[in-house]
């Protein structure tokens, strides 16, 4: 079945550092990727996606690369700002339709310190 | 507003009551979906739905009952709430299948505490 494995954390930066959080997952033929941010209280926000191989998603200067050979969707973001601290979720869906739900990892809690 | 709400956004019950949360989207899309969210397990799929009276389970159906006569509404039930039930529900829509609108959109949870 399809899986996607991501760092927990808590990850602790500084503001203005480069921040990069790694997804890697399992699936069977090309899911969409997903990238979603949860702040407190308060539910999942789409931060980005990508549809296929080689694709880039952007958004609020985060972005992720469809990586097929590796079977990754790492995210990155190049000065973090304290309003970034939040929980972030990598997901994926299988190609089959849009009844399929998400399969998410177990998300990554990220702490920006002024 | 438009968009996808839920409610109760908090709720405390006790073992053995029933229990349904509810869900309601504006944007008339077709597929619904109702994920509980617990620490250590990222977010699992409970239901989900295709379309008005089409509902199918997802991977962690048991203790829940779900119906959709409407295509804005997604309630979800607890028939007997259990402790291990005690979490944070979110339903979540999107409009389509293929990967241009696959994009699902989440309300703002409910957070279910079961004594």
């Known amino acids: 079945g399809n899986s996607v494995t991501q760092m927990e954390g808590p990850v602790t930066l500084s503001e203005e550092a480069f921040l990069t959080i790694n997804c890697t997952y399992t699936a069977t033929g090309y899911p969409s990727l997903f990238w979603y941010v949860q702040y407190p209280g308060e539910g999942l926000q789409l931060l980005l996606k990508?549809?296929?191989?080689?694709d880039k998603g952007s958004n609020k200067g985060f972005e992720a690369t469809y990586r097929k050979e590796t079977t990754s969707f790492h995210l990155e973001k190049g000065s973090v700002q304290v309003s970034d601290s939040a929980v972030y979720f990598c997901?994926?869906?299988?190609?089959?339709?849009?009844?399929?739900?998400?399969?998410f990892g177990k998300g990554t809690h990220l702490i920006i310190q002024p | 507003d438009a968009g996808i709400t839920q409610s109760p956004r908090y709720k405390i019950t006790e073992t053995g009551r029933q229990v349904t949360l509810m869900c309601h989207q504006t944007w008339s899309h077709s597929y619904m979906f109702w994920y509980r969210q617990d620490l250590g397990h990222g977010l699992r799929l409970i239901y989900y739905s295709a379309a008005a009276d089409i509902t199918d389970k997802g991977e962690v159906p048991d203790g829940y009952v779900v119906s959709r006569s409407k295509t804005e509404n997604f309630p979800l039930t607890l028939e007997s709430a259990t402790r291990s039930q005690t979490s944070v529900y979110f339903c979540?829509?999107?409009?389509?299948?293929?990967?241009?609108?696959?994009?699902?959109?989440f309300g703002p949870g409910t957070r279910l505490t079961v004594l």
């Open positions: 997901a994926l869906k299988s190609p089959g339709g849009g009844a399929d739900g998400l399969t």
């Open positions: 990508a549809t296929k191989a080689d």
């Open positions: 979540a829509s999107s409009d389509g299948g293929d990967r241009s609108s696959d994009t699902q959109y």
